[in-house]
């Protein structure tokens, strides 16, 4: 019940085409939902973060769509560049005990 | 503003081992998370300090253990090392519980 399950795990999308990874969790006491982006040889950077009362958040190219009904979300990354070329986590925590449960993650590969 | 930093960047060690890493969290933070980020098992929680007091622990042995000082850095301890502790360990800081946490660049632990 912890668990925060990511797809696809792997991703090729051509330059200015849309990415999109998908996450479903079960624990409903989750409460805060980030994402975060990994270039090799880094740590895990703040992409962008919902909470269960926002159905969607933009920021910039990227836009996280939150179904609490369905217990999923999704990040869409719009005009994807070379540069977006990361791996992606998404996660969830909640206030109580405050720990990030990840996703497994996704490689995400845009063609030039 | 200075993120969160980690040292050292990497580690050779042999089973039985002992190892101290550490964290500074960034100014202005005072909780402290540790994460472990191995192969095949993703990110996992470790550890939650805040305020100098473990708030909470993952599914991770007692040879996993740590503590958080005054200035509100933090050191990670692992006892008698095995092989499969062999990861990059991940430190992230926010400004209190319930908060975004960001993420250090990470130790990269190797056990021989």
């Known amino acids: 019940q912890q668990q925060v399950k990511q797809s696809p795990q792997s991703l090729i999308v051509q330059k200015g085409g849309i990415s999109i990874i998908n996450c479903a969790y079960e624990?409903?006491?989750?409460?805060?939902f980030p994402w975060y982006q990994q270039f090799p040889g880094k740590g895990p950077a703040l992409l962008i973060a919902?909470?269960?009362?926002?159905s969607e958040k933009k920021e910039g190219r990227f836009t996280i769509s939150f179904n609490k009904s369905a217990k999923q979300f999704s990040l869409h990354i719009m005009d994807s560049q070379p540069g977006d070329s990361a791996t992606y986590f998404c996660a969830a925590s909640m206030a109580r005990d405050d720990k990030i449960i990840f996703g497994k993650g996704t490689r995400l590969h845009i063609l030039p | 503003e200075a993120g969160v930093t980690q040292s050292p960047t990497h580690l050779i060690k042999t089973r039985g081992q002992q190892v101290t890493l550490r964290c500074s969290p960034i100014?202005?933070?005072?909780?402290v998370y540790w994460y472990q980020q191995a192969l095949g098992l993703g990110l996992q929680f470790l550890l939650w300090y805040d305020e100098g007091e473990e708030r909470n622990r993952g599914n991770f042995p007692p040879r996993f253990s740590g503590r958080q000082f005054p200035n509100y850095s933090s050191e990670l301890n692992v006892n008698a090392l095995e092989l499969e502790d062999s990861a990059l360990y991940l430190c992230?800081?926010?400004?209190?519980?319930?908060?975004?946490?960001?993420f250090g660049d990470g130790t990269r632990l190797s056990i021989l």
């Open positions: 624990n409903t006491a989750f409460d805060y």
């Open positions: 100014s202005g933070h005072t909780s």
């Open positions: 919902i909470r269960p009362d926002v």
């Open positions: 992230a800081s926010s400004i209190g519980a319930n908060q975004p946490q960001h």
